[in-house]
């Protein structure tokens, strides 16, 4: 981990506690898929999906990035995800409302 993470989580009180346990497993896929270029898009609220899979979005940072339903297995670690944040494009809630819309087949 770089000095620059460490400072990051530490200056972020909210990181400092965790519902659920780190897996490694999920921290490296998610790492690798960001790696190899695809964005994370929030879905809504609750949802972001990466490379189709989708993961929970909501609770930052409690519970942030675990697989959608699988809390049990375990969430990324710290700064896996300050990275999804990160790689998150920007957009306006209007834009947001226009996709959302334009997914669920409105007119």
Excluded at 29 to 45: F, K, T
Aim: hydrophobic share 40%; charged share 25%; net charge neutral.
């Amino acid at each position: 981990m770089k000095l620059k993470d460490i400072l990051r989580i530490v200056r972020t009180p909210g990181c400092w506690i965790r519902n659920f346990h780190t897996s490694r497993v999920l921290s490296a896929w998610i790492n690798e898929q960001l790696d190899a270029g695809y964005a994370p898009v929030r879905e809504d609220h609750f949802t972001i999906t990466l490379n189709g899979v989708e993961l929970w979005g909501a609770n930052w940072p409690y519970a942030f990035g675990t697989l959608e339903g699988g809390s049990e297995l375990g969430m990324p670690d710290r700064t896996t995800n300050f990275r999804i944040v990160d790689a998150m494009p920007c957009e306006s809630t209007e834009e947001r409302v226009r996709r959302i819309l334009a997914k669920a087949g409105a007119p």
